[in-house]
C-alpha cells in the first residue's frame, strides 16, 4: 500500500506544487490532486518532472461533475470530466472520486434513477481513459438528517447501487471514519474483494458516541479512537495495494505551519502501519 495525503488537514498550502514537494519532503509517495490544473501550470512534460522529482505519484483525482443538481448542470460539465480524464491519464493517475451524501431533498426514489444514469455516464467516459470511479459513502450520524429524506450511507448499500450502475471501472471509495461511524469491524473489509475497492481515506476520531461523531471532527490518523490496525489489516487480508490517502476535515483551519503538519501525519502514518504489520 502506498501512503498517500489530500489537501485536507494541511493549513494553508500556497500550491499543488508545494503540496507535492512537502508530501515527498515528507516519506509520502501520492497526493490527491487536480491533474488537469497541474498540467495547466507547468505542462505535461514539467508536471511529470515535478512528480518524478519527489517520488509522489497522483492518487485520485476529484469527479469534477455535478452529478446531484439539474440535468443541464450535469451535461455542462461533461467536457470537463473528459478533459480531467485525460490530464490524470497523462500523469499516470487511474482513479477519480465523489461522495455520496446520505440524505436529500430530492425524492429519493427519482433521485436514486437520475443519479445511477449520470453516474454510469461518468463511468463509461472515465473507463475510455482507463480511469475508476470510486464512490464514498458517508457515514456521520448529523449527515443523515441534514436534508429531508434519507439515502445511502452504508458500504452494503453502496456496493448494491455500483452494481446497479453496472460498469466494470466502478467501486467503493473506502473511508476509514465513514467505516468507523457505521460500527463496522474488520470483518466486513474482510468479505471485500480488492479489485472492489478503487481508492481508501484514513483518519481518526475522538473518543465519543458514533452518534456525536461531526464529520468536520477529525482527528489525525493515530490520534483517535479508529480500529486504524484493523482496519489496515482487513485491507492486507483481502490483498489491497493501492494508495491510502490521509484526509482530515477539522471545523477550524489548523494552526501548525503544513510542514508541521505533514510531520504529524507521517508520525500517524508510521504509528498505525507499524501496528499492522506493514512496513514503513
Not at 62 to 91: K, N
Not at 164 to 188: R, Y
Request: glycine residues 12%.
Amino acid at each position: 500500500m502506498l501512503r498517500g495525503l489530500t489537501l485536507s488537514g494541511l493549513g494553508a498550502v500556497e500550491s499543488d506544487e508545494r503540496f507535492i514537494e512537502l508530501a515527498g519532503n515528507g516519506g509520502f509517495q501520492a497526493v490527491d490532486l487536480d491533474a488537469r490544473g497541474l498540467i495547466q501550470r507547468l505542462g505535461i512534460d514539467g508536471a511529470r518532472a515535478m512528480l518524478q522529482q519527489h517520488g509522489i505519484v497522483i492518487g485520485a483525482i476529484g469527479l469534477p461533475v455535478e452529478w446531484r443538481a439539474d440535468e443541464d448542470r450535469f451535461r455542462a460539465g461533461l467536457t470537463g470530466l473528459t478533459e480531467a480524464a485525460a490530464a490524470a491519464r497523462s500523469l499516470g493517475c487511474t482513479r477519480c472520486c465523489t461522495y455520496i451524501l446520505p440524505s436529500t431533498d430530492a425524492k429519493p426514489a427519482h433521485f436514486l434513477a437520475v443519479a445511477t444514469r449520470r453516474l454510469r455516464v461518468c463511468a463509461q467516459i472515465l473507463g475510455a481513459y482507463g480511469i475508476r470511479l470510486g464512490l464514498e459513502f458517508v457515514g456521520p450520524h448529523h449527515l443523515r438528517t441534514a436534508w429531508k429524506y434519507p439515502f445511502i450511507w452504508t458500504m452494503e448499500e453502496t456496493l448494491d447501487w455500483i452494481d446497479a450502475i453496472g460498469e466494470p471501472n466502478v467501486g467503493l471509495l473506502l473511508d476509514a471514519f465513514h467505516w468507523h461511524t457505521n460500527g463496522q469491524t474488520p470483518g466486513d473489509i474482510e468479505r471485500l474483494q480488492a479489485q472492489q475497492i478503487v481508492h481508501v481515506h484514513i483518519n481518526d476520531a475522538p473518543d465519543i458516541p458514533l452518534e456525536a461523531v461531526r464529520d468536520n471532527g477529525r482527528l489525525y490518523t493515530g490520534e483517535g479512537v479508529i480500529n486504524l490496525e484493523g482496519f489496515l489489516r482487513g485491507l492486507q487480508h483481502i490483498g489491497y495495494d493501492g494508495i491510502v490517502s490521509q484526509e482530515v476535515l477539522t471545523a477550524d483551519k489548523p494552526k501548525d505551519k503544513p510542514e508541521q503538519l505533514v510531520l504529524r501525519s507521517k508520525a500517524g502514518f508510521d504509528l498505525v502501519f507499524t501496528a499492522a504489520g506493514l512496513p514503513v
